[in-house]
């Protein structure tokens, strides 16, 4: 299993674009389930075709390049015990919605949203279930990789 199928199946489900919107398919079976509301989306769904990995590419940058500056935005609105688990190598610590958005800031969530198609609360429950685990999976050595180890790591995952 790949890179990208090991995210698709912690995420739940798939995006399948069809007609310039995006559809989340169920979940498959021991993921997690897609967030509630309209997935409908005329945004760009992450290569892949995954909304919610979209989601997070939207703000962790195609490349990876905005990863440490999102890490540090995260750590410094009071998060930093919860980004240590998500970087470090044990379980991660999951945070409430409420704060993410609040750290992330409201404005950039429904930045987030709009793009997608969807409604904030349904980008700031995706982002709260889909970023922990991404970012856990980008940084398996318990550690941030450096910019190009970490652009070609994605980039080879989505052919960018």
Do not use: C, Y
Not at 21 to 40: I, L, M, Q, R
Not at 80 to 101: A, C, H, I, Q, Y
Not at 105 to 123: C, I, L, Q, T
Request: no cysteine; proline share 8%.
């Amino acid at each position: 299993m790949g890179f990208l199928d090991q995210l698709r199946s912690l995420f739940g489900g798939r995006t399948e674009s069809r007609g310039g919107t995006a559809t989340v398919s169920p979940p498959e079976a021991g993921g997690s389930p897609a967030p509630s509301g309209d997935p409908a989306s005329s945004g760009s769904p992450a290569p892949g075709g995954d909304i919610h990995m979209g989601m997070v590419m939207e703000l962790i940058g195609s490349d990876g390049s905005g990863l440490p500056a999102l890490l540090e935005k995260i750590r410094a609105g009071g998060l930093g015990e919860f980004v240590g688990t998500w970087v470090g190598t044990g379980d991660n610590m999951p945070v409430s919605t409420k704060r993410l958005v609040e750290v992330l800031g409201p404005d950039r969530v429904a930045e987030v949203a709009r793009k997608f198609g969807v409604s904030s609360d349904v980008a700031a429950t995706s982002l709260t279930n889909t970023l922990p685990r991404v970012i856990d999976k980008l940084t398996p050595e318990g550690r941030v990789p450096d910019a190009e180890t970490l652009r070609k790591h994605l980039s080879a995952q989505f052919k960018l």
